[in-house]
């Protein structure tokens, strides 16, 4: 298959499997026992948090282990906001797992802010700047959209969050080793273990030094008494050796950019092809696509008869009825999202697979809007 889906999930990485299983088996040891099972998974854990850590320039004691990507934006959000006034500001594009909690958040005392985004799915900063001279409590905007892959003026945004006193959640899932990502400009990072080459049900959350964050999870006292529960040793493990990995590897998306671009020329012969996806400022892995008249999830079907991968967006809304969220906030209509489709490349992949997947695609295309014109010819 040619897998063209790394923003839902990437592969495990061969050599993070291998260090995972020590401790599926002989290596079981919890981390909180003092013999020495339980000293050598401790060692272990704390070895993979300085690895999380250096990969996006935080302490190692600013990072704690949680179940993923949503579980850290819950936190980060819930735990920060407790005990705090103001509003909460956000932006229409953001991933399910923030907006659900920040509209929960809402329906209790917290008014919501969204500031409003470009064409290309950028943050006005006029906007938030104007928005944080009022009482802001929290900011939660992504360093970089799953969907059509914007990346945001990150260091701009901490800034003016410092200045107002107001918290900066960042959900990096998606940036996270395919750019650089510098934990030292938000107060709250959120990170996900499965989108740099690890297991699925990794993630964290790093805390920059001082910032105030409440449980949610109380009881055995697990990362220093604000995230309680066993720890998942081999993830974590298998966490850290992804970081590393995608640490040294971060040169290798520059080639990943290329093979994007070449993907965009192929897909344009299909004509009536629109790019969402900025051609800068972007993750250089992602491409979101419209195809005039073709539905996209029956362009995704298409495509996997054909063994290519890829999706309509987000992973977490899969199936689901409505049209994107995120492409409706940059101003396409219900019929342009639903015709639009997700390309997102990774380190396996190679320019024949570039190649194949852009005339399978244009193909498909072509047949399927044939068809639709001999049923319209029909009707």
């Known amino acids: 298959m040619i897998y063209l889906d790394y923003n839902a999930t990437a592969p495990l990485r061969a050599e993070v499997r291998e260090a995972m299983l020590p401790f599926l088996g002989a290596e079981f ?6 013999h020495r099972l339980g000293s050598r998974a401790r060692v272990a854990v704390e070895q993979a948090r300085a690895e999380v850590a250096e990969l996006v320039g935080a302490q190692a004691n600013e990072v704690f282990f949680t179940s993923g990507g949503t579980e850290s934006n819950t936190w980060g959000l819930v735990g920060s906001i407790a ?48 928005r ?10 992504a360093w970089a959209n799953n ?18 006193g107001a ?24 990170l996900s273990a499965h989108k740099v080459g690890g297991p699925k049900g990794m993630g964290a959350l790093v805390v920059r030094r001082g910032t105030k964050i409440e449980p949610l999870f109380r009881g055995g006292g697990q990362e220093r008494g604000v995230r309680s529960g066993t720890e998942n040793v081999a993830g974590i493990v298998g966490f850290g050796v992804a970081c590393r990995l995608a640490n040294t590897n971060l040169g290798a998306y520059r080639r990943v950019s290329e ?24 993750l250089p892995n992602t491409l979101n696509v419209g195809f005039s008249g073709v539905n996209g999830e029956a362009l995704v079907a298409a495509l996997d008869l054909e063994d290519i991968a890829i999706s309509t967006g987000s992973a ?29 490349l990774g380190w396996g ?16 295309v072509k047949r399927m809007r044939a068809v639709r014109r001999a049923e319209v010819a029909c009707a």
């Open 259 to 282: 093979l994007r671009e070449l993907l965009w020329q192929g897909l344009a012969a299909a004509n009536g092809v629109v790019r969402n996806s900025p051609s800068a400022g972007c």
């Open 147 to 164: 969907e059509i892959g914007t990346v945001q003026a990150m260091h701009e945004i901490g800034e003016l969050c410092r200045s107002a």
């Open 29 to 34: 040891g919890n981390p909180s026992s003092v």
């Open 132 to 141: 944080l001279r009022h009482r802001v409590a929290l900011v939660s905007i």
């Open 349 to 364: 992949t190679t320019a024949a697979e570039i190649e194949r997947a852009a005339a399978v695609c244009v193909a498909a």
């Open 83 to 130: 005990g705090r006034d103001g509003a909460i500001v956000t932006s229409p594009i953001e991933h399910s797992s923030v907006l659900e909690p920040v509209a929960a958040l809402g329906r209790r005392d917290h008014a919501i802010h969204e500031i409003g985004v470009d064409r290309e799915g950028r943050v006005d900063l006029r906007e938030l700047a104007d």
């Open 167 to 190: 918290l900066l959640h960042v959900d990096a899932v998606q940036a996270c080793g395919k750019i650089p990502v510098a934990a030292g400009v938000v107060d709250l990072l959120s």
């Open 316 to 344: 977490c809304a899969a199936g689901a009825a409505q049209a994107s969220h995120v492409l409706l906030a940059l101003g396409l209509d219900e019929e342009q999202a639903r015709d639009s489709v997700r390309f997102s």
